[in-house]
């Protein structure tokens, strides 16, 4: 059964123990994997839940996005001076609540997908791989937003640290001239965000962009989808469930 197009949490308990079960058996059901490759997947088993309790919550949230977030259109300037700062979040509370939901709950799905991955590379499973992989590079792609609100504090108080320091002219034509130093800026126009940040695998701030829009999100969902796919393919006692078929759930 499937409400509101979300997973069922027991149906995904079910689907997590025996198709890693099956991982770890022989044909008739006997364990005969090695105890790091059954710890390995017991990892997998327990994590695949909460994923999917992550990506729950995500659909819901991101049915709520506002199309568009915004109506304001990207604006240029020019910048030339010293620890320059433009904020422009034009959101009601709600929105704005929304917008770091959704930024938040990425951040519990590529993190758990990292995980489950690096388990099933240490059992030697592959069948998941090419797919987490997919979901991983999908949901990760939010990931410098979520940073950026989640270290906001840094940010706010090291300009020279996540600050444009030097000549620069940004994909909406705004311009930093060779004497500006510092300059911060967050701005969400239309369904895009435009934020300044460095992390910590960068040599120094940039200029970063991404979009934010309802649809954006959406081909993370494509990927859950066959994540669902793969991992209720199980067969052992397969006649005992009746899952929904993966085109159901996370319609879009």
Known sequence: ???????DRKNIDAASHWWTFEKISDS?????????VQSSLSRAKIILPFMFDALNALYVATRQIPVPWT????????????????ISLPLSAEHYQLL????????????????ISKSMKRSGVSELEPI????????????????????????LSKPDKHGITGALITSTGTEFTSTTKGAEYIILAGDKLYFTYKARNWNKARACEVDVG???FNSIFNSARMVYKEITSFKVHRDTYNFPPFNAIFPI
Do not use: C, W
């Not at 020019?78 to 433009?86: H, M, P, Q, S, V």
């Not at 770091?100 to 995980?115: N, P």
């Not at 992989?133 to 940073?147: G, V």
């Open 1 to 7: 059964m499937i409400v509101n197009g979300l997973v």
């Open 28 to 36: 008739i059901g006997r364990v005969t994997a090695t105890e790091d």
């Open 71 to 86: 109506n304001n259109m990207p604006f240029r300037y020019k910048d030339g001076g010293a620890y320059n700062l433009i």
């Open 100 to 115: 770091r939901a959704v930024l938040s709950l990425s951040r519990d799905i590529y993190s758990a997908t990292d995980s």
């Open 132 to 155: 987490l992989e997919q979901l991983f590079k999908n949901s990760n792609q939010f990931r410098d937003a979520r940073n950026f609100f989640t270290h906001l504090d840094e940010v």
């Open 214 to 216: 309802k649809a954006a």
